[in-house]
């Protein structure tokens, strides 16, 4: 696979649906602003709606040592006040717009999306690029963030599926900031001051690394015009690229850990190439063919047609820009039974070819899935924003749903031999016992 392909396959696994990425896609048009934004976008008159997108290289994989939780406290900080309007006049404008506004980070960036009648469209810009490029960070907003990152901290420790993912991210990804959930830690949140945000903001907010996506109905001409006089005070320039070395497991680490209740709680985690790499289209068919849908052999293995031992069970593969995951998990009253049933479905990846109808079966799952998942303009013109910030190329959907036609039986044996080995398992027993014990050996396999 050449390099070209690879980045276009990579990207479309994580981005799931981003339709049109170039001028050579039609009705997409890329436009580069003054201060070095890439702005992307794609005009339709399907609906009444409009969606505008920013993104940036922001995510939480930056965050400093110490200050675990900087790239979302940052991110949320932009919509809790500006040089014009304060955090309580930005929601009151929102809503009595009728406008959407939705915040999301991950370990790789920050999206911010508005979304907004048609008629509404300059004023969606304007709110927009007034909160990325006018923020005031206010020490008081800060605690408000604070406050309520810290609550989300504490819910998910009632989650069975957040606290165990923690716990096998920590030790899968250890040494990598991918080790530490965009969330923070509670240490961290509480370390960070005004500075750091404001610091932050400037290192990394900048024209550069940023991309604005617009999808929806609009005139192209004026929303060129209008994005760039909304957003002419944003920075420019890039900021520093960080190298992240990717981390190598040779050891199986199992990890215990007790919660009251009557079912117990388990995640085992592979660690796969980043979703540039050669082998990522045959790693997500691998996933598909073990846990998307009710036709995966965990669900058979796991589910009510199976051993009927599970509560809740499944696997996917989770998608980075470093480095990725698989992920298993399941929660059953014999959790023995369904961690030894897991490692059999592992096993038989390894040792046997997956049939043709089964294979197939499993890339088309995959496929519709990514064509029909997200089709609103927001998640288009977030995947659209994304996509065009880290690179990617034209036409990749299309290469990349012929580049999974092309992975066949000996191409996903050889991904499970090679990457699904080392796991890091992570055991939640029922019980009171407060001990946690970790047991690693290396033996290699699963």
């Not at 040494?175 to 750091?196: F, N, V």
């Not at 197939?360 to 977030?382: C, D, H, L, P, Y």
Request: with cysteine; net charge negative.
């Amino acid at each position: 696979m050449g390099v070209a392909l690879r980045h276009r396959t990579a990207v479309a696994v994580v981005l799931v649906i981003l339709v049109c990425a170039s001028v050579s896609v039609a009705g997409v048009k890329k436009h580069e602003l003054p201060n070095d934004v890439t702005l992307v976008t794609a005009p339709h008159t399907w609906n009444r709606i409009v969606a505008v997108t920013f993104a940036v290289d922001a995510g939480s994989k930056y965050d400093p040592p110490g200050r675990r939780g900087l790239s979302i406290v940052t991110a949320n900080m932009l919509s809790r006040g500006t040089d014009t309007m304060s955090g309580l006049e930005i929601s009151e404008e929102l809503d009595g717009r009728g406008m959407r506004l939705e915040i999301q980070t991950n370990p790789d960036y920050v999206v911010i999306t508005v979304q907004a009648a048609d008629t509404q469209f300059d004023a969606a810009v304007d709110i927009l690029a007034d909160m990325v490029t006018h923020s005031t960070f206010d020490s008081k907003r800060l605690l408000e963030v604070q406050g309520s990152l810290h609550d989300r901290l504490v819910a998910e420790k009632d989650d069975d599926f957040s606290t165990t993912y923690t716990k096998l991210a920590k030790t899968l990804f250890e040494g990598h900031p991918y080790a530490y959930r965009e969330l923070g830690t509670a240490d961290g949140i509480d370390a960070i001051t005004r500075q750091d945000v404001v610091s932050y903001y400037n290192e990394r907010y900048l024209g550069g690394d940023s991309v604005i996506a617009v999808v929806g109905n609009f005139d192209r001409s004026h929303a060129v015009e209008k994005i760039t006089e909304a957003f002419s005070d944003y920075p420019g320039g890039r900021a520093k690229r960080a190298t992240f070395e990717p981390v190598e497991r040779d050891e199986t680490t199992e990890i215990e850990y007790y919660r009251a209740g009557v079912t117990g709680f388990a995640a085992v985690g592979f660690l796969v190439p980043g979703m540039f790499d050669d082998d990522y289209a045959a790693v997500e068919v691998l996933a598909a063919v073990l846990g998307n849908g009710t036709s995966s052999r965990m669900y058979q293995a796991l589910g009510p047609d199976g051993a009927a031992i599970a509560d809740v069970a499944g696997a996917y593969a989770h998608g980075k820009f470093e480095q990725s995951e698989i992920l298993f998990y399941v929660r059953s009253e014999d959790i023995d039974e369904a961690t030894d049933i897991i490692d059999g479905v592992v096993e038989g990846v390894h040792t046997e070819p997956v049939p043709d109808e089964e294979l197939a079966r499993a890339v088309a799952r995959f496929k519709g899935m990514v064509t029909i998942k997200e089709q609103t303009n927001a998640a288009q013109a977030s995947r659209l924003a994304v996509g065009a910030m880290a690179g990617l190329d034209v036409d990749f959907m299309e290469e990349f749903f012929a580049e999974l036609e092309q992975v066949d039986a000996g191409d996903v044996m050889a991904a499970a031999r090679e990457y699904l080995v080392n796991p890091v398992k992570v055991i939640q027993r029922p019980g009171h016992e407060a001990k946690r014990r970790v047991k690693s050996s290396r033996r290699g396999g699963i």
